[in-house]
């Protein structure tokens, strides 16, 4: 069993800027990928950016020079440091963790963004 514990979340005004965390524990054993995806009402869940097992990071479109992911291997945690902060950036973000030698990826409780004036 993996479990993962989101922090972060919260509301700020356009501009402003929000640090994520997510930690797992449990059943880890090997190389793992973690990422974030979001979702807002209405809206199909998106992949925000992910960090591999190499260190290679990759962030969407949407977000790119805005947000930053990285991660402490040490820790198992995951971070994504969301800078110029859009009203459309308003979502629930769940980070996840794939873990080589286990099925099925594990996800986090969802931490909620909200930017608003």
């Known amino acids: 069993q993996v479990q993962l514990v989101e922090s972060g979340g919260g509301l700020v005004q356009p501009g402003g800027s929000l640090r994520l965390s997510c930690t797992a524990s449990?059943?880890?054993?090997?190389?793992?990928?973690m990422g974030w995806y979001r979702q807002a009402p209405g809206n199909q869940r998106e992949l925000v950016a992910r960090v591999g097992r190499s260190g290679y990071t990759s962030t969407a479109d949407s977000v790119k020079g805005r947000f930053t992911i990285s991660r402490d291997n040490a820790k198992n945690t995951v971070f994504l440091q969301m800078n110029s902060l859009k009203p459309e950036d308003t979502a629930v973000y769940y980070c996840?963790?794939?873990?080589?030698?286990?099925?099925?990826?594990?996800w986090g409780q969802g931490t909620q963004v909200t930017v608003s004036s």
């Open positions: 996840y963790i794939a873990v080589d030698g286990i099925r099925d990826w594990y």
């Open positions: 449990g059943s880890i054993f090997g190389d793992y990928a």
